[in-house]
């Protein structure tokens, strides 16, 4: 059973060295590295061929993003048989050397879809450390969040349970559920560029009557990032059309649309240009991701206990409305946060 460490690069050799080691340090034997560069123009795929020989390194000749990027290392590496498995790992993540080995084990013994670890903020010596995630809890209006995040690691997230999703820095998947949602190889919708991919994957997943599992026993550090103003924007509309193409029937016309429409109204008021830009954005690929919309295997009552349970969640990222608008008046002129951006610190104690 080979486990495929997918690495998608984008002018990343700052981080490539501690995460290449990290890997070589795996307890698991049975791995492959196969790497896709988005034109890195800091040296990144010179380094990597010199000094990862045993990868295999796609060097592309434009940027195609997060997802794209995985998706061609997916078909490159296809056939991926039912036993196999793909881990999408970010430049910036640091596993634990067992990582590799306890989520594959979990995802043997519970016959979940896909599985992730115990994510940390990286932390100096001495300091207490705080959590990036330990998986993916979803909103009913769509906004997923890090469950977690920004919260001192007291020991409150030492049980495996199951969770709605996964950040795409570092989770695992089946091949089993590769060959469901991508029989040809686009695990990640490809329209989008940047942001949004994984929460759009666990959602179409779910659809379809697969599991996420929390696994605590494998340990990995992830930094994550701050999106700039375009990025924002675009995680902002890549969230509604998520929704747009994954909400069911009745949520969508009677709860999603008429609070996104608000939503769009306000972002218009407050930051015109901003808002415009959104809103052009959704109108113009509303009707593309409405043709992506597929009929789902779980019942609209068990989406409904997930959107529930998302409220009980703890976190430091802002979540509510509440919340998220003492962000937006914080930091006005952006768009909402994201669950891949670390809060500043000390992060608000939301949830806790």
């Known amino acids: 059973m080979t486990v495929y460490i997918g690495i998608v690069s984008f002018n990343s050799l700052a981080d490539l060295p501690a995460c290449i ?18 034109a890195s123009t800091d040296g990144s795929p010179e380094w990597l061929a010199q000094n ?7 060097r592309g000749s434009d940027n195609v ?18 036993g196999d498995f793909y881990l999408t790992c970010n430049p910036d993540l640091v596993m634990g050397p067992n990582y590799v080995a306890a989520l594959v084990e979990a995802i043997q013994e519970s016959g979940a879809g896909w599985v992730v670890g115990k994510l940390y903020l990286p932390h100096s010596e001495g300091d207490p450390p705080r959590l990036y995630s330990v998986g993916h809890a979803l909103r009913r209006d769509g906004y997923a969040f890090n469950v977690g995040m920004g919260l001192i690691d007291q020991g409150q997230f030492e049980r495996p349970r199951e969770v709605f999703g996964a950040p795409g820095c570092a989770a695992l998947y ?56 375009e990025l924002r924007v675009m995680a902002l509309a890549h969230r509604y059309l998520s929704v747009i193409k994954n909400a069911y029937p009745f949520d969508l016309i009677t709860f999603n649309l008429p609070f996104m429409g608000l939503h769009l109204m306000v972002r218009c008021f407050l930051t015109p240009r901003l808002g415009t830009r959104l ?14 919309r597929t009929r789902p295997i779980l019942l609209r009552g068990q989406m409904q206990a997930w959107f529930r349970s998302a ?7 802002p979540r509510t409305l509440i919340q998220r608008w003492r962000v ?15 809060p500043k610190p000390p992060p608000p104690p939301y949830g806790a």
């Open 65 to 82: 993003g997060f997802g794209v990027g995985h998706n061609i290392l997916i078909r490159t590496i296809k056939p991926v048989s039912d």
């Open 21 to 38: 080691n990290a890997i070589r340090a795996q307890t698991y034997s049975d791995r492959q590295i196969v790497i896709r560069d988005n």
């Open 328 to 342: 937006f008046v914080g930091n006005r002129g952006s768009a909402d946060s994201h669950p891949n951006d670390p």
């Open 52 to 58: 990862v020989p045993e990868a295999l390194l796609i």
């Open 174 to 229: 089946s091949g089993r559920l590769i060959k469901t949602l991508a029989p040809t190889g686009d695990l990640f919708d490809p329209d989008f560029f940047l942001y949004g991919e994984d929460t759009d994957l666990d959602w179409r997943a779910r659809l379809q009557g697969w599991r996420c599992i929390y696994v605590p026993g494998a340990m990995a550090t992830h930094r994550g990032s701050s999106p700039k103003e």
């Open 279 to 292: 809103a052009g954005q959704i109108v113009r690929l509303t009707p593309r991701f409405w043709g992506k």
């Open 311 to 317: 409220r009980q969640q703890s976190t430091a990222q």
